[in-house]
């Protein structure tokens, strides 16, 4: 089993639409849980950051993390198709040594105008 | 600050030639990565320095690849000898550590072995 899994994607939806993103992780110890954003021939940027379980909110995004569960989500409001683009969702966790940042292998999402 | 800055954007080496991409980091931060990205893969961790010290080289493909990290502004991913197979997306990435935080990207080296 994979540290952290991703729903393979590709996804395609229509403007407007209510998108949502999904991991699922193995390790317990992960305590960070972050979403980025790649466009192509980008670098990956960061799209917002939670700690623990919870949800958090900005703008038409939301994060949420199920720790019990061990999943995350991030779900996508009225799309546009800006948003088209590879999402990422990582997790870390801090030891001895500094943190340690695991990706998912991605979802690509295309919000047709 | 400028964020992190790779160089060179794209690189195309044939089989054998040494290869050497370079990373700066954001001023301040004490963590550094180095990702390779390929379809196949996806972004796979490398190596992670922290405080310019080398703390996790498990993914390291082999012993063609070889990372420093001399000083806290600068760090190389060096492959000798290149093979078609390196063909991918290299990042560096960096961070501060012991805070809540995340990793700032560059925009990526893009390395083509012929």
């Known amino acids: 089993q994979k540290e952290v899994e991703q729903d393979p994607g590709p996804l395609s939806v229509p403007e407007g639409a209510i998108v949502s993103l999904n991991c699922t992780y193995s390790?317990?110890?992960?305590?960070?849980f972050m979403w980025y954003r790649q466009y192509s021939r980008k670098g990956p940027e960061l799209l917002m950051y939670?700690?623990?379980?919870g949800n958090k909110e900005d703008g038409r995004f939301t994060a949420q993390v199920d720790k019990s569960s061990k999943y995350i989500s991030l779900f996508i409001r009225d799309s546009q198709p800006s948003d088209s683009a590879t999402y990422l969702c990582?997790?870390?966790?801090?030891?001895?040594?500094?943190?340690?940042?695991?990706f998912g292998p991605g979802t690509r999402l295309s919000v047709l105008p | 600050d400028a964020g992190v800055i790779q160089s060179p954007r794209h690189e195309v080496t044939e089989m054998g030639q040494e290869v050497t991409l370079r990373c700066k980091p954001i001023s301040g931060h004490n963590s550094l990565f180095w990702y390779r990205q390929t379809m196949m893969r996806g972004l796979e961790l490398l190596i992670y320095f922290n405080n310019n010290v080398p703390i996790d080289d498990s993914g390291m493909p082999e012993d063609r690849f070889s990372a420093k990290m001399p000083n806290a502004s600068f760090s190389t991913l060096k492959i000798q000898p290149s093979e078609p197979r390196d063909s991918a997306v290299y990042f560096c990435?960096?961070?501060?550590?012991?805070?809540?935080?995340?990793?700032?990207f560059g925009q990526g080296t893009r390395l083509t072995v012929v």
């Open positions: 390790n317990s110890a992960f305590q960070y």
């Open positions: 990435a960096s961070s501060f550590d012991r805070v809540v935080s995340e990793a700032f």
């Open positions: 939670t700690y623990s379980s």
């Open positions: 990582a997790m870390s966790e801090e030891n001895n040594y500094g943190q340690n940042f695991v």
